[in-house]
């Protein structure tokens, strides 16, 4: 028996805002029925960007409900700017707390709310896909990892697994991600370290892509060239086999820019030049 | 929150302790605590109320013999003595076959004996949940030390065919010996260890009315095993600790009237099991049987209510004052649904809305009826929330 608060109770008991807007503004979805649960938001959103109205559908368990339905209460009337502030751990908080093995269900609502704004401003185009899967079980990515690590603070495999649900399932994916904690808390630590001067950077930067981010893509018929550095942002070009392949964004994010980042960071943005 | 549960039907989890058993019991914790193992005859109260306590165990299992039972603290107890006790006393031989189903209490143990050097082969079920007979064949060799297989399924209710598989397993290789997991079967079919030909089976008192806390092991006359529990020379040296008398005469009791009681398991239990299940299955349009329909114990269904979900089920039926159980990833803890039904094929759909209903000779038509009446409510509310709106639609429209 889950220890359940009365406020957890109250809300999937008598869930709130259930249902469809037809005419929604912005539809969010989070998790998947072979996943266990799944949530849809729908949003009306009028024209000083205040949430009107929102209702919710949700296919889960007491606390998932509960974490939907409270949802809905915690953004109709309120503006776009105050929405696009809530976290999972408001949601969680607001339901009084949830059992720890519980918390991604605050997770599942907060990326469905997430999903729904993304699509409000995109226009329903979807986003490139620029996220590495590291849990293929309950499909879960790097940066959905790293953001909840960011948020509550989480310092433990466990912990990511409660809140995630990564690596609760056949348990593959535990050791990547207890590479993604053990990247953010070292990195972090690096970043107290003195800064490199500019030119510091660029010979670094040079070096990493000359003799070890070049040779792997050439393995692949494939090639990369430095065309500029601003600040934190690098300048390059793919070239060979790997221009215009569609795993170019994947190749650029989790490789080059994850091995540069290794070494000198996490303000490190890779940037590809088309032409 | 109500404590009070008005109508248990989670008896594959635990039973209450029938009023028969308590009345054995209770003299033996406020009266008669002598050591069992003590000369004067004060201890020899507590020898001989285990010795009957013995006897009606090896009557209920079918032994030859009541140097064949070994008391143990639990099922998982019993299953541990049996499955180290064969693998220790020939270490010579390393493969071990077992089943996709068993209960998590013997599968983690193959999962850590493996990590320590054991060859486990586990064996497929159908969607049906019958076991894979043919892989069964091929998987013995040799170097076969035992094969681990279940009576009766907790979550199913399903039967394995122990003769046959016995029959199976001993034609390829002699040498092999068959433990059977019997949790779920006691009380529920009759057990008969010697027209089985089962080396060695374990029962737990919980799940046929007696306490928590006492189990059973039988193993065959010239199977050796070591024992796991070494200290004192109690249980022929099988199981060290003095005797916890008061639940062995627990167990003895909760044995005979569990006997008793088959006809009426088969009969009336079966009854009322058959209500629920063809009442639910006929009312609620998104309810789809999750089990067998021939070949399973009569006391338990699984029932798979689609595009809903287990826990929410559950905590719905719970303030109905019903209790029941699932199969669903969120009641666990852990993430993963149930290994039985994602080992039979049963489609995700159905799989997160398993539900559970377990029953004991101790529950009423008045009860069932009640939870008959109910679950269409509960499922349509539950329904309504769910975003797979058109896939009910569509299932709505097919029941119809």
């Known amino acids: ?275 | 929150m109500k404590d009070r549960c008005i109508v248990y039907l989670d008896n594959n989890a635990t039973t209450k302790i029938d009023k028969l058993v308590l009345d054995e019991m209770l003299p033996y914790l406020e009266k008669y605590y002598g050591n069992a193992s003590s000369i004067y005859s004060f201890g020899g109260v507590s020898a001989k109320a285990i010795a009957t306590a013995r006897e009606q165990v090896r009557d209920f299992v079918g032994a030859k013999d009541t140097k064949e039972i070994i008391f143990t603290a639990s099922g998982s107890e019993a299953a541990n003595t049996a499955i180290r006790g064969v693998l220790s006393s020939d270490k010579t031989k390393k493969h071990i076959i077992t089943t996709k189903v068993e209960h998590p209490c013997v599968l983690n143990l193959y999962q850590t004996l493996e990590k320590q050097g054991y060859k486990v082969d586990y064996i497929g079920v159908n969607s049906n949940g019958e076991l894979d007979l043919d892989a069964l064949e091929n998987a013995v060799s040799e170097d076969t030390a035992l094969v681990s297989a279940m009576w009766a399924n907790n979550e199913t209710g399903v039967i394995f065919p122990i003769k046959q598989i016995s029959e199976i397993v001993k034609s390829k290789n002699q040498d092999t010996k068959l433990f059977v997991d019997a949790v779920q079967a006691a009380g529920k079919i009759p057990m008969d260890v010697e027209e089985n030909g089962i080396d060695l089976l374990a029962i737990s008192g919980h799940k046929f009315h007696a306490p928590k806390g006492i189990g059973a092991l039988y193993v065959k006359s010239g199977t050796s095993i070591s024992p796991l529990i070494i200290g004192g020379h109690q249980e022929r040296g099988k199981r060290a600790g003095t005797e916890n008398v008061p639940y062995i005469v627990g167990i003895g009791k909760a044995a005979e009237l569990a006997k008793e009681g088959l006809e009426y398991e088969a009969t009336e239990v079966k009854r009322l099991r058959d209500k629920l299940e063809t009442s639910i299955l006929k009312t609620v349009f998104n309810a789809r049987l999750n089990t067998s329909l021939v070949n399973r114990v009569p006391n338990t269904t699984n029932i798979g209510f689609e595009y809903v979900e287990g826990e929410l089920i559950l905590l719905h039926l719970s303030d109905m004052g019903i209790c029941a159980s699932s199969g669903s990833a969120c009641t666990s803890g852990s993430l993963e649904p149930s290994h039985v039904l994602k080992a039979m094929g049963i489609p995700f759909t159905a799989l997160h809305g398993s539900t559970r209903f377990s029953l004991s000779r101790f529950t009423t038509e008045k009860e069932i009826d009640y939870v008959i009446n109910i679950m269409p409510r509960i499922i349509d509310k539950l329904t309504a929330i769910s975003p797979f709106q058109d896939e009910l639609a569509q299932l709505r429209k097919h029941k119809a």
């Not at chain 1, 590291?134 to 959905?144: A, K, L, M, R």
């Open chain 1, 1 to 275: 028996m889950w220890d359940y608060t009365e406020e957890v109770m109250e809300h999937y008991r008598n869930p709130r805002n259930v249902g469809k807007i037809d005419d929604a503004d912005a539809i969010g979805e989070a998790g998947s029925l072979a996943c266990g649960d799944a949530l849809k938001i729908y949003l009306k959103i009028d024209k000083n960007n205040i949430v009107t109205d929102a209702k919710f559908q949700t296919f889960g368990c007491g606390s998932a409900v509960a974490s939907s339905s409270i949802l809905t209460e915690m953004i109709i009337g309120k503006p776009l700017d105050e929405v696009k502030k809530i976290t999972n751990k408001d949601i969680a908080d607001k339901l009084g707390g949830l059992p720890p093995e519980k918390m991604h269900c605050s997770v599942m609502g907060h990326e469905a709310l997430e999903n729904a704004l993304e699509n409000f401003t995109t226009g329903g185009k979807t986003k490139a896909v620029k996220d590495k899967m590291v849990c293929t079980c309950f499909s879960v990515t790097e940066h959905q990892i790293l953001s909840a690590i960011k948020e509550n603070k989480l310092k433990t495999l466990e912990e990511v697994t409660n809140y995630t649900k990564a690596g609760g399932a056949c348990g593959h994916c535990k050791d990547n991600i207890q590479a993604i904690l053990d990247k953010h808390y070292h990195i972090k630590h690096e970043e107290e370290k003195p800064k490199l001067t500019q030119t510091q950077k660029i010979i670094k930067i040079n070096n990493i892509i000359e003799n070890q981010i070049s040779p792997e893509l050439r393995k692949d018929g494939g090639d990369i060239e430095l065309i500029d550095i601003d600040g934190d942002n690098v300048y390059v070009k793919l070239r060979g086999s790997c221009a215009g392949c569609k795993n170019s964004t994947l190749t650029l994010k989790s490789f080059v820019e994850s091995t540069l980042r290794e070494t000198l960071g996490n303000e490190i943005e890779v940037i590809e030049v088309q032409k």
